[in-house]
C-alpha cells in the first residue's frame, strides 16, 4: 500500500471520483490551471478538461451557489473555497440555500455539493488564512460537516461526500497537506460520514478532538504515559452528524472527560460535546469535563512568536491532561 | 428571593433524618420557629421549627425520603431580609471531604455503601477527594473474603451484606465509643426474689383493675436501682476529665427492644416516683418506644441505665455501659433453682443482679454493696403467703 501525503490522498479521490462518475465537476480558485493553491487538484483540467474543472472568479458566493445550482440540476460539484476565511461571503448560500434544499422542497430536492475548506492555523498564516470555522456551520441542520485528519479517512471521506445526496462541508486543516503521511489503498473504499474513532485506547481520560489537534493530541498522550496516565484518545471526524454513542461509550469507560479543539474555546464546537457528556454521561463522571481550546482573541497573530502563543498544543494538552487525572 | 432551608444536624451522631410529614404547604404563611416538617432519625421524631418567617416557596425533599444533615430541603422566602448562619467549622471541613464526583456517587449508591462509610475511604484526588480508583479499591477491599468464607459456598447459602440502617450504626457507634472509652468491670450476685414473684403473682391483676397499667418486674427493678442509687451516689455519675460528675438528679434509662432496635427512653427523676408512677411512666414509654414515638427529650438525660434481658431468659449478662454514664444495672431471667436455705434444700425464684461500671468512677467494692442494695430490697417485697 502506497504511502501518501494528505493532499495527495485528496488529489487521488478527486481523480477516482470524476473518473467514476462523469456527474462530479470540480470549480474554485485557481482549481483548474495551477491545480489548486495547495495542488489537491492537480493533474484534474489536464486529465477532464475545462468543462468539468473550472475556474471561477474571486468570488465565493458564486462558487457556493453556481455549485448548488449544479447539484440540484444533476451534477455532483465539488467547491474549492481557497481558505476557510474567504467562507464567509457564501454563509448565505450554504445556510440559507444548500442546507435547506431538502427541507424547503419537501423531501423533492436534494443538494448533492461537497465544499472544501482549507482551515486553521499554519505557520504565518496569520489574521485571513488561519480561521477555524466549523462551529457556524455545525449548528446548522441540513449540513454534514466532517474533518478528516489522516490521509486514509481523506480519500475515503471524500468519496462518501461526493457519493452522499445532501450538502457536505468538508474542512481540511491545512497543516495536514505536507506533513502527515500515511497508508492509501489504491482500490475504491468510503470512510463513511458519521462515526468517530478511537485512535488510542486508554483507561483514565477520554480526549475528545479532531483536525490537527488529533495529533497534537496523540503527542501529548505519549508524553504523559511515562507518568502512568493512559489517555484515550476519540478522534470525532464527523462533527454533525455527532456519533453521541463512541463519545459516551468511552466516558463510561474513562469517566473523565478533555475536549480539546483549535477554535476559540468560548462557544467552540468543543462545548457541544462537553454539554452532551454533562447531560447524557453525569453518573459516569469523575471529575470536571473540561475544554481546552484557543484563547478568546480576535484572530490568530501573524508574529511567530504570537501564533505559538495563541495555539493550543501537545505541551499545553499534556498540561491539562496532567490536571484532569490529577482530579 | 427564595432561601434554602436545610436539614439541620439534630445531634452529634445523628447524621441523616427522614422527612416526615410536611405541616405546612408551598404558599403557606409560616411563622417563625413554627413547626414546618416532621423528621423522623434513628433516635427521635422531631418537628423542625421554620428558622425565619415567611413564606413556604417550594418542598425540595418529599415524604419518606432520608438525606443527610446539611441537605436543603425547601425554599422559603423571608417575610424580612435574612443573613444564613456561617457553618460551623466542622460542618465545612466534613461537607468538603465528601464532595463526591456523581459517578462516586452513584458506585456508592449501587453498592450500597452509606455516606459514613465513605467518609472512612481515603482519597487520593484534589483536596482528599475520594477518586473512581478509590472507590473501587475500597470495594475491593471490601469484598475481599476471609480464609473461612472462601470455603466453597452451597447454591443460595452465600454471604449477604445489610446495608447499616441509622438506628443500627447509631447502636453500633455509641456502644463502640464506650467500649473504647470505658474500662469496664463486672460484678454479679444472686437475689431470692421468691417472695417477690409471689407478690406479683398475686397482686398484679389488683393492680392493673386499680390503676389501669400492667405491673412489671422492671418496675420493682426501677424502685430498687433508685435505693442502690440513694446508698451510692457515685454510681450516679459520670467520668470527666476535671473529676467526676456526680449528678444531681436520678433520670434512669431503660433498655427497650423494638422492632426498629433498641431504644433507651429516660425515666425523669425516678427517685422522686412511687411505685404506681414508676408503672405508669413506664408503660407509657414503652408504649411510645414501640410506636416509634418518642421524642428528643424522652430519650435524652439518663444517669443510669437499667436492661432487663431476663425478659428473654438470660440468666447471665454483660451489659455495655450507655456512655457517659458510670454503671448499668442489668436484671437477668428468675429461674426455679434448688438453693441451701438452713440445713435443707429449697427450690426457691433466683435471679442475678449484675453491675457494670466505669472502673476509673469507683472499684468493685461499692459495685458489690450497690448491687446488695439492690437485691436486699427485692427481697424485702412485702411476702404474700396467705
Not at chain 1, 41 to 50: N, P
Not at chain 2, 70 to 79: N, Q, R, S, V
Not at chain 2, 255 to 272: F, Q, W, Y
Not at chain 2, 351 to 370: C, K, P, Y
Request: aromatic share 6%.
Amino acid at each position: 500500500m502506497p504511502e501518501l501525503r494528505y493532499l495527495d490522498a485528496l488529489n487521488r479521490a478527486h481523480h477516482e471520483e470524476m473518473a467514476r462518475d462523469e456527474r462530479v465537476v470540480v470549480l474554485g480558485e485557481d482549481v483548474g490551471a495551477k491545480g489548486g493553491v495547495f495542488g489537491v487538484t492537480a493533474g484534474l483540467l489536464d486529465r477532464f478538461g475545462e468543462e468539468r474543472v473550472i475556474d471561477t472568479p474571486l468570488a465565493e458566493s458564486a462558487i457556493v451557489g453556481c455549485a448548488i445550482g449544479m447539484a440540484v440540476n444533476g451534477l455532483r460539484p465539488i467547491a474549492e473555497i481557497q481558505f476557510a476565511d474567504f467562507l464567509h461571503p457564501a454563509f448565505d448560500q450554504i445556510v440559507s440555500e444548500a442546507a435547506r434544499m431538502r427541507y424547503r422542497s419537501n423531501g423533492a430536492f436534494g443538494c448533492p455539493l461537497v465544499i472544501r475548506v482549507p482551515y486553521g492555523g499554519a505557520h504565518g498564516t496569520a489574521l485571513y488564512h488561519s480561521q477555524c470555522v466549523e462551529a457556524f456551520y455545525a449548528h446548522v441542520p441540513g449540513l454534514k460537516v466532517v474533518v478528516p485528519s489522516t490521509p486514509y479517512d481523506a480519500k475515503g471521506m471524500l468519496k462518501a461526500a461526493v457519493r452522499d445526496p445532501d450538502p457536505v462541508l468538508f474542512l481540511e486543516h491545512k497543516r495536514l497537506y505536507r506533513t502527515v503521511r500515511g497508508e492509501v489503498p489504491e482500490e475504491d473504499y468510503e470512510v463513511p460520514i458519521g462515526p468517530a474513532v478511537v485512535r488510542r485506547p486508554g483507561r483514565h481520560l477520554s480526549v475528545f478532538t479532531y483536525g490537527w489537534m488529533l495529533h497534537e493530541t496523540l503527542r501529548a498522550a505519549e508524553m504523559v504515559r511515562p507518568e502512568g496516565i493512559e489517555v484515550e484518545v476519540v478522534e470525532l471526524r464527523t462533527l454533525r452528524p455527532l456519533d453521541k454513542v463512541t463519545v459516551l461509550r468511552s466516558v463510561a469507560k474513562t469517566n473523565k472527560a478533555l475536549v480539546v479543539y483549535e477554535d476559540n474555546r468560548f462557544c467552540g464546537y468543543g462545548a457541544e460535546i462537553a454539554a452532551l457528556i454533562a447531560e447524557e454521561a453525569f453518573e459516569d463522571l469523575d471529575g470536571p469535563v473540561m475544554r481546552l481550546g484557543g484563547p478568546d482573541v480576535p484572530a490568530v497573530p501573524f508574529a511567530r512568536s504570537l501564533e505559538e502563543a495563541w495555539m493550543p498544543d501537545a505541551d499545553r494538552i499534556a498540561q491539562a491532561i496532567r490536571r484532569l487525572a490529577r482530579y | 428571593m427564595p432561601v434554602e432551608v436545610k436539614l439541620p444536624q439534630l445531634g452529634e451522631t445523628v447524621y441523616e433524618a427522614t422527612v416526615g410529614r410536611w405541616l405546612k404547604r408551598p404558599g403557606d404563611r409560616v411563622e417563625r420557629f413554627e413547626p414546618l416538617v416532621e423528621l423522623v432519625t434513628e433516635k427521635v421524631n422531631v418537628e423542625m421549627p421554620a428558622p425565619f418567617g415567611g413564606r413556604l416557596v417550594e418542598i425540595l425533599v418529599p415524604e419518606g425520603q432520608t438525606i443527610p444533615a446539611g441537605t436543603p430541603i425547601a425554599l422559603m422566602e423571608a417575610a424580612e431580609p435574612v443573613t444564613e448562619p456561617a457553618p460551623a467549622e466542622g460542618r465545612s471541613a466534613e461537607e468538603r471531604s465528601l464532595r463526591l464526583s456523581p459517578l462516586v456517587a452513584r458506585l456508592a449508591r449501587e453498592h450500597g455503601i452509606s455516606l459514613e462509610e465513605l467518609e472512612r475511604v481515603p482519597g487520593t484526588g484534589a483536596g482528599g477527594r475520594i477518586t473512581k480508583h478509590d472507590l473501587l479499591r475500597h470495594l475491593e477491599e471490601r469484598r475481599t473474603p476471609t480464609p473461612l468464607e472462601t470455603a466453597p459456598g452451597k447454591g443460595e447459602r452465600e454471604d449477604r451484606l445489610v446495608p447499616l440502617d441509622p438506628v443500627r450504626r447509631t447502636i453500633a457507634e455509641r456502644l463502640s465509643r464506650s467500649v473504647r472509652e470505658i474500662p469496664h468491670a463486672y460484678a454479679l450476685v444472686e437475689a431470692d426474689v421468691t417472695d417477690l414473684v409471689r407478690y406479683y403473682e398475686r397482686s398484679r391483676e389488683e393492680f392493673e383493675r386499680r390503676y389501669g397499667v400492667r405491673l412489671t418486674y422492671t418496675a420493682f427493678f426501677l424502685r430498687a436501682a433508685v435505693e442502690g442509687l440513694r446508698a451510692y451516689p457515685v454510681v450516679n455519675a459520670q467520668w470527666t476529665e476535671e473529676g467526676i460528675l456526680l449528678r444531681g438528679r436520678v433520670h434512669i434509662g431503660v433498655a427497650v427492644s423494638t422492632e426498629g432496635g433498641l431504644r433507651v427512653p429516660v425515666i425523669r427523676d425516678a427517685d422522686e416516683k412511687s411505685l404506681v408512677g414508676i408503672v405508669r411512666d413506664l408503660d407509657r414509654l414503652v408504649r411510645r418506644a414501640r410506636e416509634g414515638q418518642l421524642s428528643l427529650e424522652e430519650v435524652q438525660g439518663g444517669t443510669f441505665t437499667l436492661t432487663n434481658p431476663g425478659v428473654f431468659g438470660s440468666i447471665w449478662s454483660m451489659p455495655i455501659i450507655h456512655h457517659p454514664q458510670a454503671a448499668i444495672l442489668v436484671t437477668d431471667a428468675i429461674t426455679k433453682r434448688p438453693v441451701v436455705r438452713g440445713e435443707g434444700i429449697a427450690i426457691r425464684s433466683i435471679m442475678h443482679l449484675g453491675l457494670a461500671f466505669d472502673h476509673r468512677i469507683f472499684d468493685g467494692e461499692v459495685a458489690v454493696r450497690f448491687l446488695n442494695r439492690v437485691k436486699e430490697c427485692l427481697e424485702a417485697v412485702e411476702p404474700v403467703t396467705r
